[in-house]
């Protein structure tokens, strides 16, 4: 990463993990592409996409607005906004309608996420993983040890069950080439936190996306989560690590990131660490209102220190 400008970062996910790592690389004056998973079939993108089809926009909304122009809080908040009650427009947030009238209006979702960029005031790229909408499923052991498959990423984040396994369909899915060549001209490569497996594993699952990730000649910086969720309910955290090799498993990271509250087991968190070729690095990044949130301004220092910009 030479001095003379800031260093190139992709960061993967969707949702609100991508946002806070968003938000921490432009804390550092960077500005980041943000590779978006496209798999989401709940909620208002669910809706959007069963009725016009299409890649559901709502994570990519997010990540918008998380690297939209802080001097301009009100369209940023406008994009965020939903509409109240049961009706057609109940639920709705008016960046995702946005996000779909301009694909329909500009032929495409790569050119409505850079006009959108544009009117935010955006500080770096929102892309998807794919170019086109994708379906996630899991298999996923019960109580009882039987395992069942179970279609739909809302689905899958709300599983009661271990998940073992997730797959996208189609499994050939071409990746979106502009995140690809974003990912080969990189400086360093973000994983997380979020969802692990219906926000960060996806990922791994997109061939093409997969090995220029594998293949890149970046540093790649994996941040965990703060807490378990549905999906990775009882969880270990060396599991989440060792959940990733099994998905990818030519994957080499260079540091693993955590915060101190989550590090039970230093010794098998640092094995597991690696186990993929890095190194764990305990850092305080949490919020400090006990919440499983990231605080901004401390992911980001962390990120400063661990991606060498002073």
């Known amino acids: 990463m030479g001095a003379e400008r800031p260093p190139r970062v992709v960061a993967f996910g969707g949702g609100h993990g ?23 079939d709940g909620g208002s ?3 959007l996409r069963r009725e016009f089809g299409g890649i559901p926009p709502g994570d990519l909304r997010q990540a918008l607005v998380a690297l939209a122009d802080p001097a301009d809080p009100v369209s940023a908040a406008l994009f965020q906004h939903r509409f109240p009650g049961g009706g057609e427009l109940g639920g709705h947030a008016v960046g995702n309608l946005v996000l779909a009238g301009l694909a329909d209006i500009l032929g495409g979702t790569i050119p409505a996420l850079e006009h959108a960029a544009r009117a935010l005031g955006c500080r770096g790229r929102v892309l998807p993983m794919a170019s086109q909408p994708l379906d996630i499923e899991a298999d996923v052991a019960g109580a009882l040890g039987n395992v ?16 073992q396994r997730v797959r996208l369909t189609p499994s050939d899915a071409p990746a979106c080439a502009e995140a690809v060549e974003a990912v080969s001209l990189a400086d360093a490569l973000v994983l997380g936190p979020g969802s692990w497996f219906t926000s960060v594993l996806p990922h791994f699952l997109v061939p093409e996306l997969a090995d220029a990730i594998v293949s890149a000649p970046a540093r790649r910086i994996l941040v965990l989560n703060l807490s378990t969720d549905d999906e990775t309910r009882g969880m270990p955290f060396e599991d989440h690590l060792h959940a990733l090799a099994d998905h990818a498993p030519a994957l080499k990271v260079d540091v693993v990131l955590a915060d101190p509250h989550i590090v039970r087991d230093h010794t098998g968190l640092s094995r597991a660490a690696e186990s993929l070729g890095g190194r764990l690095v305990v850092a305080p990044v949490a919020a400090s209102d ?9 992911l980001s220092a962390a990120l400063r220190t661990v991606l060498g910009t002073g």
């Open 45 to 47: 993108s669910g809706r």
């Open 148 to 163: 069942v498959t179970i279609h739909g990423q809302h689905a899958v984040a709300s599983t009661k069950g271990r998940v």
């Open 290 to 298: 006990g919440t499983p949130r990231h605080d901004q301004k401390a």
């Open 18 to 40: 991508l946002f806070a790592s968003l938000k921490a690389l432009c804390l550092l004056g960077i500005e980041p592409t943000a590779v978006v998973t496209v798999a989401d």
